[in-house]
């Protein structure tokens, strides 16, 4: 893609990002336990099937399989010293996917899955060291932009975007889950991260994963009240429902999936997709409804 993706955000342009990895690589036979960032060598094929489904449904902007991908994370499924390798055939496996069409590849950087002090032992600066070198692989990888993603400590997102800015000067969106509905895990709100995130000269700000799609839906129209930053909207199918066997089931039809996306919009979202619970088919709605926007009807 060799179209400014800087331009494409300054006009104003309604793009749709893809839906969820983990829950769809579960349902493709991803085991419990299994970090996703193994079928990367298990299952490329499938890793590579997925983005194609996705930009099938009509995804603009498709988020590498790294969620977990910095050296930290990586230790728990054995891979932290491929680290860089494992970045780049993510990125490679994601390019693979796109035959011709309009599409962008945005480098996913999850939490590390540890807290900063003093809530745990990571230091600021190895969660910034961490988070360059994730960033620096992806960046030499090929992806066209980064997205700090499922943020709920503001200390970690900061370090993560330092760290990716300081190796590289691609966009980068940073997006946080309100697991708890009106605040983070950390008791963040949305004015409040849109601004920090503001300040700190991100390109994008954005909700992602948290609980129910009315929950998302105002700590988006938070964001839009807080900052003038183009606004990302990649929520869960709503809240999942637990089964015995504590599988995460999702209610949230595709239709209904699309008409959130059309409240999204007209919430000045601009770049719309989903997470947890988010199949292909839940994408497609999104994308019709991003389209039902661009021809006014
Ligand atoms: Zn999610």
Request: one cysteine or more; hydrophobic letters at 45%.
């Amino acid at each position: 893609m060799t179209e400014s993706f800087r331009a494409v955000l300054a006009r104003g342009e309604i793009l749709v990002a893809d839906g969820a990895t983990g829950t769809n690589y579960q349902a493709r036979g991803l085991e419990r336990g299994q970090a996703p960032e193994q079928w990367l060598y298990e299952h490329p094929d499938r890793v590579t099937q997925l983005h194609r489904d996705f930009i099938q449904a009509g995804s603009n902007v498709i988020l590498t399989n790294t969620f977990g991908a910095t050296a930290v994370r990586l230790a728990h499924a054995g891979l932290a010293d491929d680290a860089v390798q494992v970045n780049q055939r993510a990125v490679a496996l994601a390019r693979r996917a796109i035959q011709g069409e309009r599409v962008w590849v945005a480098g996913s950087l999850g939490p590390s899955g540890q807290l900063l002090e003093p809530f745990g032992s990571l230091t600021r600066e190895q969660a910034i060291t961490e988070f360059a070198a994730q960033a620096r692989a992806l960046a030499d990888g090929g992806v066209d932009l980064l997205i700090i993603e499922t943020q709920f400590d503001l200390g970690e997102a900061t370090a993560a975007f330092e760290g990716a800015r300081s190796v590289t000067d691609l966009p980068i969106i940073v997006s946080f889950s309100f697991d708890m509905g009106a605040h983070t895990m950390m008791g963040l709100e949305a004015a409040q991260v849109a601004q920090a995130v503001t300040a700190l000269g991100a390109d994008m700000v954005g909700v992602n994963c948290g609980r129910s799609l009315d929950e998302n839906l105002s700590n988006l129209r938070e964001m839009r009240a807080a900052t003038h930053l183009p606004l990302w909207m990649k929520p869960n199918a709503g809240l999942p429902r637990m089964t015995d066997d504590d599988v995460a089931l999702y209610d949230v039809t595709p239709e209904m999936m699309g008409a959130a996306a059309e409240q999204w919009l007209a919430a000045g979202a601009r770049i719309v997709g989903g997470c947890c619970g988010t199949s292909p088919q839940h994408l497609r709605e999104i994308a019709r409804a991003a389209e039902r926007l661009r021809v006014g009807v």
